[in-house]
């Protein structure tokens, strides 16, 4: 998988870490609310990342970088928007964290007259107008580097349907920043999310790191993943070095298999994030796919050159019927 602020180069590989085996349930009672709800904000991020499974802030707020892919639909949650812009919401990158910092975001609870749920809506001067590329984060995303209070020894994380703030910073990250307050809070009148200058929800430091240093993320993502992977379950394997990875029977959705460049989200299945099982594929609405990198999946063994011969013949065959 690439994972890159640019396309090609840099290679993600999850084989040498991933091990399978856990057991699929067909069911699971009471799933849904075992998930975090986003609109509780950090205190949902803490029951769930911290106390259940036992991750840091650091690990948690890595882990939501996977967010830099894919999209809310009201038709599923509620929420309507993308993490981050057309092309980066196709690419698994660290830009789930440049977006959120050095974005300006507003709360907002309807997109283009559609009533969605109480979410952070894109502010600065260059964010996209219509509807389909709207940009959002929830408020278990912008929680994690902003914090609002009466003073600065009173600060809890926001919450957009109580914070009436614009968050923002005034300074770069990633190479990337909306620019002055009017700038960045698109001429609202709204008070600041805390202080410009220095973000202070709970994982700030380290959205920031994450944002300016693409490698120090995808090292703490590893290892939230195999936590997050692997979690209660007993005598995982590992996946063998020259082992084709589509031969493997995982029962696991095969996130150790080479993919293309722009994957589609690696759903987890046993930390499923969202309230709906998310569709595992962003869609092509918006943006142009960046050019995948086709998978060196090896043919599979079983059929042999005699059995390809006789499939390309049959389909020959069906084509001169047409
Ligand atoms: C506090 C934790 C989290 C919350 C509240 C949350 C919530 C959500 C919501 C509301 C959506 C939009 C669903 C829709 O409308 O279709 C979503 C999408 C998504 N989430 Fe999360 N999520 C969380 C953590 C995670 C984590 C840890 C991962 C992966 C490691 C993840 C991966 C994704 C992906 C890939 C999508 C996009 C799906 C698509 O484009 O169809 N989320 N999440």
């Given at each position: ?21 856990r057991t699929t349930n067909s069911d699971c009672p009471g799933a849904a609310e075992l998930l975090p709800n986003p609109s509780r904000g950090c205190p949902a991020v803490e029951e769930t990342f911290l106390n ?111 914070h009436d703030c614009c968050a923002w910073v005034n300074f770069a990250v990633g190479g990337a920043r909306c620019g002055n307050r009017r700038q960045c809070c698109g001429g609202q009148n709204a008070d600041d ?130």
């Amino acid at each position: 998988m690439e994972a890159s602020r640019s396309p090609g180069s840099g290679r993600l590989n999850f084989d040498t870490t991933f091990r399978y085996g856990r057991t699929t349930n067909s069911d699971c009672p009471g799933a849904a609310e075992l998930l975090p709800n986003p609109s509780r904000g950090c205190p949902a991020v803490e029951e769930t990342f911290l106390n259940r499974m036992g991750l840091s802030w650091r690990s948690a707020a890595a882990l939501m970088g996977v967010h830099s892919l894919g999209r809310a639909k009201i038709e599923n949650s509620g929420f309507h928007g993308w993490w981050s812009d057309p092309i980066n919401s196709r690419l698994f990158n660290n830009d789930y964290f440049v977006s959120l910092i050095s974005k300006g975001w507003v709360p907002e609870t309807s997109v283009h007259t559609r009533t969605v749920k109480s979410q952070w809506g894109r502010s600065d001067v260059q964010r996209d107008l219509s509807f389909d590329g709207h940009e959002m984060m929830l408020d278990t995303d912008l929680c994690l580097a902003f914090a609002e209070g009466p003073n600065r020894r009173a600060l809890t994380p926001v919450l957009s349907s109580i914070h009436d703030c614009c968050a923002w910073v005034n300074f770069a990250v990633g190479g990337a920043r909306c620019g002055n307050r009017r700038q960045c809070c698109g001429g609202q009148n709204a008070d600041d999310c805390g202080r410009p200058g220095n973000p202070s929800g709970p994982a700030a430091a380290h959205v920031l790191e994450f944002g300016n240093n693409e490698q120090a993320w995808i090292r703490e993502f590893k290892t939230a993943w195999t936590r997050a992977t692997e979690n209660g379950a007993q005598g995982l394997k590992s996946l063998e070095p020259d082992t084709p990875a589509t031969s493997v029977p995982s029962p696991v959705p095969p996130i150790a298999t080479p993919v293309p460049t722009v994957a589609p989200a690696p759903t987890p299945a046993t930390a499923a994030p969202s309230p709906v099982p998310p569709i595992a594929t962003p869609s092509p609405t918006v943006a142009p796919a960046p050019t995948p990198i086709p998978a060196s999946t090896p043919e599979p063994t079983r059929r042999g050159k005699k059995g390809r011969g006789r499939k390309r013949r049959r389909l020959k065959r069906n084509i001169g019927r047409k």
